[in-house]
């Protein structure tokens, strides 16, 4: 079984994240639908009972492991120097949460994040923690836009429609990646979007203000 450093300690020394580790790996390998607390147990270091005594069911599980990696993910985007421009700021997080590492961590952090996505269309529980996460994230780029706007470096531009869509893009990027096997030229076009949308100095002819 493949290492999950780039999420987890190698061997997590605290029981709950050990089995939550497991659960990564089991769900990497065989999916939401193949999953279940028995496999886990077998992706488990220690006693595999231990994972009966925290959980009785594979969602309870998965639900923590979801508020784990959406910490996780945020966290990725957290570490923006504030002495920065806020347009190499904005770079920086995209850099950040669209890795272009083919590392086989990565590979299954997006895998094991695009199943959980999947669960919320029909589970409240999934859907709640999923909007938190995106919330926290959006949060994140719309300071970065108001004080580019404040600044003078941005135009003034609505700050919550262009956090929302530029959140939508990474999440979908993601996404895309993880279902399709394909990408989308999403960097270069987010490199478009802040050159011509929202820095002050360089609009495009075709989108400059009469």
């Known amino acids: 079984m493949e290492e999950s450093s780039f999420i987890f300690a190698d061997n997590p020394d605290d029981t709950k994240t050990a089995i939550l580790k497991a659960t990564f790996d089991a769900l ?26 925290h959980y009785d ?8 492991l ?9 966290e990725i985007g957290m570490p923006i120097s504030e002495n920065k421009s806020p347009e190499d700021r904005l770079r920086a997080l995209f850099v950040q949460l669209l890795p272009q590492s083919d590392e086989q ?23 709640e923690s999923l909007t938190n996460s995106q919330n926290i994230l959006c949060e994140q780029v719309l300071d970065i ?23 939508a893009l990474i999440t979908g990027e993601i996404f895309e990646r993880v ?32």
């Open 179 to 210: 279902t399709t096997g394909g990408s989308l030229p999403i960097q270069s076009e987010l490199d478009n979007y802040i050159k011509y949308r929202l820095l002050k100095n360089n609009s495009c002819s075709c989108q400059k203000e009469k």
């Open 105 to 127: 961590q990565v590979e299954k952090y997006e895998i094991v994040l695009a199943e959980l996505r999947m669960q919320a269309a029909q589970k409240s529980e999934f859907r």
């Open 28 to 53: 990497a390998e065989h999916g939401y639908s193949n999953l279940t607390i028995d496999r886990i147990s077998q992706y488990f270091p220690k006693s595999g009972g231990l994972v009966f005594y």
């Open 145 to 167: 836009i108001y004080d580019g706007i404040d600044s003078g470096d941005f135009r003034d531009v609505n700050p919550e429609a262009v956090a929302d869509f530029l959140v």
């Open 57 to 64: 069911k594979k969602d309870e599980v998965l639900l923590d």
């Open 66 to 74: 979801l508020d784990h990696l959406l910490k996780r993910f945020v």
